[in-house]
Structure formats: C-alpha cells, structure tokens
C-alpha cells in the first residue's frame, strides 16, 4: 500500500526535524562579539532618539500579529516536488536568520543589563520580535512535515565574532534589505492574490515593519558613535558590507530561483529592486553607496552565478576529490576576482550629496 502522505526529501536528525543546512559562505550565521566594548559605548550624542525608539518597541505593534487563522489548516501536498523541497528551503533560511538574531540580541540585552540599560530594553525587545518570526517560519515548516530544532541549531551551529561596528554594519543592512525583501514580495502578491500559494505571505506588511524598526535601532546608534560613519574605514567598510549583503542574496536567491517563480517573480528582476531600494536606504547613514547601475556591478554578480551552477555540476559529478578540485579551483579564482572588481568599482559619496544639499 502506497503511502498517501506526502514527505519531502531531506536529512532529518530525528523523524520530523530536520538536519541543519550544511554551513557554507551563503548560509546565515550566527554572531557573538565584544560585549565589554558594547557596553562601554557612550550613546550621549543621540541618547533621544534611542529613547524614542524603546518607546516604539515597548509598544509591541505586532503583538497580536503572529497568530495562525484557519487558512493554515489544511493539507499542503499541492505544493510539492521541488517547489515543496525550494519553498521548505525558504521557510529554514528565514527561519535561522531570524533565530540568529534572536540569539544575538537576546545575549546583548544580559550582558548591558547593568551597564547600558536603554541598549539592553532595546535588545529584549528586538530579540522578542525575532522570536515571534523564528517560531512562526518553524511553525509554518511543520505544515511540510518537518521543523527545525532551535535549540540542537543553538548549540551545533558556529559563531563567527564581529567587533561591535561590524555588528552595526551587518545587522543594520541585514534587518533593512529584509523590510525591503519582505515588502516586495508582499505588494507582489497583493496585486496578484493568485500567486499566493501560502498563507504566511499574508503577515508580510505588519512583520517587515518589525524588521523596519530594528534597522533604525542600527541607524541611530551608529549616529551616536560618529566614529563608524566618518573616516576612511568607515567608508571601505561600508562599501564592503554592502558588497557583501548585497552579493549574498543575489547568489542565493538566482540559485533557487524556481522558488520565486512559483510566487510569479522574476528572481533578478526582484533583487535588484530589493537592491536599489536598500542601497539608497543605507545612503541616509552610510558614508558611501553602491554604484548599482553601473552595467558592470550586475555583470559580474552573474558571472558568479554562472561559476557556482558550474561547482554544484562539478560537486554533483562522480569525479574523485582531488579532480573537483581542480576542476573548481579556476572557478573559484574568477569569483575572487568579480568580487575584487566589484569593490573597487567607484562608489557614490553620499557625504558630498549631503553638503549639497545643506
């Protein structure tokens, strides 16, 4: 007798949970950092608009938000095949992403409890929201039969430490460009209901204001600590962060780009809207932005893409180990070398537009 449950395929460290993605340079990481020097920062200079903000999050918008409706209880074996294994891909990367945050902020918001109370409300508060993401993308995984165990991925996953400026580097732009990813899919989808094909992109517009929030959290303490924003560094930095942020979404997202299709997008259509419109939101504190229209900043990421289908070929073949090396090893050399390119590539100097205009 054939089974009638549909299940998808995947490595499961106990039935129902599923084994963590593999961590590669693509996957979301999860992050400690210096919490002595968090904790010594002087927030003075801009000490009012962080207050105003842990008013905003004391107010807790989307507290009754998270909450699953009947839409959500029924078989979802019409999704299936590798639609099913893209779209349960999708719900695990969010799922740890956000999770990643929650981890993060919730540490920071122990450790500054004593010593910087307005950062350490702010981080509670943020890393509540993060959790609510976390277990309503886990939630929506058991509707494929499957979830991940956050407390496994907690203890199993690598930390990667980031001084407290790459922190607000990374996060920011990270919490920024999902409000945008979010946003879009959602106005996508609001426009052509026939293309939501589950409910969870229903709860997009309230959620990405969380994300929204948490971006301008980054924003205003980087304001208060000029010193990230003003020197030399800060713009090589900048410009390297977002080259990063930018380059990891677009690699991702045009490698699994049958999961946007069945959403009715275009992958490199939506990232490089997504793109644009992060970019010129980072330009209001950044120092620097991306020359994004330059024709060669896309160029070269699809010259990436077109190298990583070739290593998935290559790690797919039967070729012994020594032989995909070799194989992958002038691939590789290419990537570094867009990659080098595209950080060299002029970037806009927002300070002068800003003298400009004052």
């Known amino acids: ?64 938000h998270f909450v699953r409706d009947e839409e959500f209880n029924q078989s979802w074996d019409k999704i299936s095949g590798e639609e099913r294994r893209l779209f349960i891909e999708f719900l695990e990367r969010s799922c740890t992403a956000e999770f990643s945050g929650f981890l993060l902020y919730k540490e920071l918001g122990r450790r500054l409890k004593d010593r910087s109370p307005v950062l350490a409300e702010c981080f509670n508060l943020m890393s509540r929201d993060e959790a609510r993401h976390a277990g309503f993308l886990n939630k929506a995984m058991s509707d494929f039969n499957l979830q991940l165990d956050l407390g496994f991925l907690t203890k199993s996953k690598k930390y990667t430490f980031f ?31 026939e293309d939501r094909i589950y409910p969870i992109f ?5 959620w990405c204001q969380d994300e929204n929030r948490h971006g301008d959290f980054f924003d205003a303490i980087m304001r208060a600590q000029p010193q990230y924003l003003n020197d030399w560094k800060a713009r090589l930095w900048s ?4 080259l990063s942020v ?6 991702n997202d045009l490698q699994r780009s049958g999961f946007y299709k069945t959403i009715g997008l275009d992958a490199r259509e939506y990232d490089i809207e997504v793109i644009e419109k992060t970019n010129e939101t ?21 010259r990436c893409v077109a190298n990583n289908e070739k290593l998935r070929e290559i790690d797919d073949s039967n070729a012994p180990g020594v032989v995909k090396f070799f194989k992958k090893l002038p691939l590789l050399a290419n990537n570094g070398v867009q990659f080098l390119n595209l950080y060299l590539m002029k970037p806009i100097d927002m300070e002068a537009s800003r003298e400009i205009v004052r």
């Open 1 to 64: 007798m054939v089974d009638s449950v549909q299940r998808p395929v995947a490595d499961e460290i106990r039935p129902g949970v599923k084994s963590p993605a593999k961590d590669t340079i693509l996957t979301p990481r999860f992050y400690t950092t210096d919490f002595e020097e968090m904790a010594n920062m002087d927030i003075s200079v801009n000490e009012d608009e962080l207050q105003a903000i842990l008013e905003e999050f004391r107010v807790d918008y989307n507290r009754h």
């Open 163 to 193: 001084k407290p400026k790459f922190i607000f580097y990374a996060t920011y732009l990270s919490e920024k460009i999902g409000y945008w990813r979010y946003i879009t899919i959602y106005r996508h989808l609001e426009q052509h209901p």
């Open 202 to 206: 229903r709860f997009f517009e309230n």
């Open 239 to 242: 410009r390297f962060f977002l």
């Open 246 to 251: 930018f380059a990891t979404m677009y690699l």
């Open 282 to 302: 980072a330009a209001r504190v950044f120092p620097i932005k991306l020359d994004v229209n330059n024709p060669q900043f896309y160029g070269r990421l699809d």
